[in-house]
């Protein structure tokens, strides 16, 4: 099984982004799992099932969603794992891109929005 960590500001696109990502891996015979990592709530889990696409989301309420990624990033590979996914992708919330998930060897995208300003990379330091 293959990890994919997507990371980005609030309303960049990186839910559509996977969504059309997965359309053209299940295209090739892949299966694959989504874990979203959100603060208080997410409408994702129903986008993500809309398409078919099986999705478990992780709310980490009072604790930056990236750090609760950290700690809750084994119980979602035991999921994919169980599960037989090809690929687990993996979805933060966006809101701390300076210490954004990132595992060795594991495929990380950041997602930026291109009408955020010309800035924004610079600012998305972990990018």
């Known amino acids: 099984m293959k990890l994919v ?18 359309g053209e891996l ?5 299966t694959i799992g989504v874990v979203k990592f959100d603060c208080l709530s997410a409408q994702d889990e129903e986008i993500y099932s809309a398409h078919n696409i099986s999705v478990r989301t992780g709310l980490s309420r009072g604790l930056c ?7 809750n990033i084994e119980e979602a590979l035991r999921w994919a794992k169980e599960k037989k ?13 300076r210490c954004s998930p990132h595992i060795k060897d594991v495929l990380a995208i950041c997602v930026i ?13 972990q990018c």
């Not at 969603?65 to 700690?71: K, L, R």
């Not at 996914?85 to 891109?97: K, Y």
């Not at 009408?115 to 330091?125: E, I, M, Q, R, Y």
């Open 85 to 97: 996914f090809d690929f687990l992708i993996t979805e933060s919330a966006g809101l701390c891109n």
């Open 26 to 30: 299940r295209h090739k015979g892949f």
């Open 5 to 22: 960590t997507v990371a980005g500001p609030p309303s960049s696109g990186k839910t559509s982004i996977i969504i059309k990502t997965i």
């Open 113 to 125: 929005d291109n009408l955020s300003g010309v800035n924004t990379p610079k600012k998305s330091a």
């Open 65 to 71: 969603p990236d750090h609760f990624f950290v700690s």
